[in-house]
Nanobody, 121 residues
Framework: QVQLVESGGGLVQAGGSLRLSCVVS????????MGWYRQAPGKQRELVAR???????NYADSVKGRFTITRDNAKNMVALQMNSLAPEDTAVYYC???????????????WGQGTQVTVSS
């Protein structure tokens, strides 16, 4: 069984910073892409940033230059450094990973439980 556990959300003032982390655990053969998504109240879940196993990244236009995604393959961890936060960044942030479990032929998409980020003006 594969689990994703996020940490690092909270309340911050506009202009501040937060760092989110997500650790993948369980019976893992390999992890492909990892990423962060967010969902604000009344809106659809959207991509924030993704990173491949080789470190190639892509970001939503709204966070480019402010957010940085990194991963530690040895620790099965992905992190999101968020700087210059604005009220419109307020959302539940979800970790996502494409994981090939031990004994499986294919990779599957797994999600964390979500962590709340609230930015006050």
């Amino acid at each position: 069984q594969v689990q994703l556990v996020e940490s690092g959300g909270g309340l911050v003032q506009a202009g501040g910073s937060l760092r989110l982390s997500c650790v993948v655990s369980g019976s893992i053969f390999s992890i492909n892409d990892m990423g962060w998504y967010r969902q604000a109240p009344g809106k659809q879940r959207e991509l924030v940033a993704r990173i491949t196993s080789s470190g190639k990244t892509n970001y939503a236009d709204s966070v480019k230059g402010r957010f940085t995604i990194t991963r530690d393959n040895a620790k099965n961890m992905v992190a999101l450094q968020m700087n210059s936060l604005a009220p419109e960044d307020t959302a539940v942030y979800y970790c996502n990973a494409a994981v090939r479990p031990l004994g499986e032929e294919f990779a599957y998409s797994y999600w964390g439980q979500g962590t709340q980020v609230t930015v006050s003006s």
